[in-house]
């Protein structure tokens, strides 16, 4: 008798999604690896490492070295052979100023990644969206820093790559990516895109507001895709006090979700006892 599939899906959420390296070690604590996976946004950047076969902890460390503090991330990113932060600015005076979105994946990912998706360890798809056409697209094979740089692209913050189609953030189109995972016999999804949340008094700032509409908008999309598709397992950390740029609260966001960490193993737990008594095959 074979042992259960599991997939994995790690959602959207920008800064909020670091909290899935928490959700990653309740995996390992349990000596799990995912049979497939799908990631959207920051659920694809940190997917792939993970697909790529790091740990969590290899992941945590890595973020640490990163996001520890300012000075020591400006100090990787002028330093680092892979490009410098000059690289990262695109100053087309024709357009507003971007982030190289191809060059960020660049400076952010382990060099451990393979090149292409298709060589990951574990089978990845990375959810992006075509803009004009208004589509999802999922890319599983391909050069993984485009993929994963379509992925996180936001219009006038971070640029997609350079190609014959228009990419932006996969988060516009399928927040959390269950419905790439239905082969396998246990899903687990983690949904990190919150919810806004009152910060003071009066009315919340423009930013707030742009970030808090588009967090309702993939709650809701989210939402549509659990009643259409299979999902065994579905955790929200708790992420709603931390804005969606803060990526600098790297040990904060870990700490909270922390219960979530424990949650998910008590359910892969009872789940995979359940499929051990009753196999699916």
């Not at 982030?99 to 990912?109: C, N, P, S, T, Y």
């Not at 692209?153 to 932006?168: H, N, Y």
């Not at 939402?223 to 709603?240: D, F, G, M, S, Y």
Request: aromatic fraction near 2%; charge should be negative; charged fraction near 20%.
């Amino acid at each position: 008798m074979s042992a259960p599939t599991i997939g994995l899906a790690l959602g959207g959420g920008a800064a909020r999604g670091l909290a899935h390296i928490e959700l990653l070690h309740a995996l390992d604590d349990l000596g799990i690896r995912p049979t497939r996976m799908a990631g959207t946004s920051i659920g694809a950047l940190v997917g792939v490492a993970y697909a790529a076969g790091q740990s969590a902890k290899e992941i945590e460390d890595h973020a640490r070295s990163v996001l520890s503090n300012r000075l020591d991330a400006a100090r990787l990113a002028f330093s680092s052979g892979k490009g410098g932060v000059l690289d990262l600015i695109n100053l087309n005076p024709l357009a507003s100023p971007l982030l190289d979105g191809a060059q960020l994946v660049r400076l952010v990912l382990p060099d451990s990644v393979p090149a292409q998706l298709e060589l990951l360890p574990t089978p990845m798809t990375v959810i992006a969206c075509d803009f004009l056409a208004g589509t999802e697209l999922a890319l599983s094979s391909g050069p993984t820093i485009d993929a994963v740089a379509a992925s996180i692209a936001i219009p006038g913050v971070i640029s997609s790559p350079a190609g014959d189609v228009t990419l932006i953030d996969g988060g516009c189109v399928n927040p959390v990516p269950i419905n790439h995972l239905q082969s396998c016999d246990l899903i687990v999804a983690i949904n990190v895109t919150g919810r806004p949340v009152q910060r003071g008094h009066g009315m919340p700032r423009t930013p707030d507001l742009v970030s808090g509409a588009m967090q309702i908008q993939q709650q809701s999309i989210a939402a549509l895709q659990r009643e259409k598709h299979r999902c065994e397992i579905w955790i929200e950390p708790a992420v709603n006090p931390f804005r969606v740029h803060e990526f600098f609260k790297l040990d904060e966001i870990l700490k909270a979700a922390k219960p979530a960490r424990e949650e998910l193993k008590r359910q892969l737990e009872r789940m995979l006892e359940a499929l051990e008594h009753h196999p699916i095959r």
